[in-house]
């Protein structure tokens, strides 16, 4: 089992950026596929941007795409996820999970990912 430890987080400003990471033990984590999600509160956990181990291929939530990007340093064992002109609807948890050996390109749901981070807070004010 595959340990994520998701680092970050931060209050900012509306417009303002954060980098989030997520940081693996696993020496071989270029052979994972890797989602983000994030959670509000009274809300369902939503898949924010991903990362396929298969062909590196990325993929966006709609309303994250051209703002957010997802990339992945596999030297490091790490993902990261940059987060440009924040607003306060993305303030939420942010968790980073993963599955090894993906067989599909990428996946949205969250039942896919069987590794889990234990997330950090981003809040966005106005």
């Known amino acids: 089992q595959v340990q994520l430890v998701e680092s970050g987080g931060g209050l900012v400003q509306a417009g303002g950026s954060l980098r989030l990471s997520c940081a693996a033990s696993?020496?071989?984590?270029?052979?994972?596929?890797v989602g983000w999600f994030r959670q509000a509160p009274g809300k369902d956990r939503e898949f924010v941007a991903g990362?396929?181990?298969?062909?590196?291929?990325?993929y966006y939530e709609d309303s994250v795409e051209g703002r957010f990007t997802i990339s992945r340093d596999n030297a490091k064992n790490t993902v990261y996820l940059k987060m440009n002109n924040l607003n306060p609807e993305n303030t939420a948890v942010y968790y980073c999970?993963?599955?090894?050996?993906?067989?599909?390109?990428?996946?949205?749901?969250?039942?896919?990912?069987?590794?889990w981070g234990q997330g950090t807070q981003v809040t966005v004010s106005s």
């Open positions: 999970a993963s599955r090894e050996k993906f067989r599909f390109v990428i996946s949205s749901n969250p039942r896919n990912y069987d590794s």
């Open positions: 696993e020496p071989t984590f270029g052979d994972y596929t």
């Open positions: 990362i396929s181990y298969r062909d590196q291929s990325t």
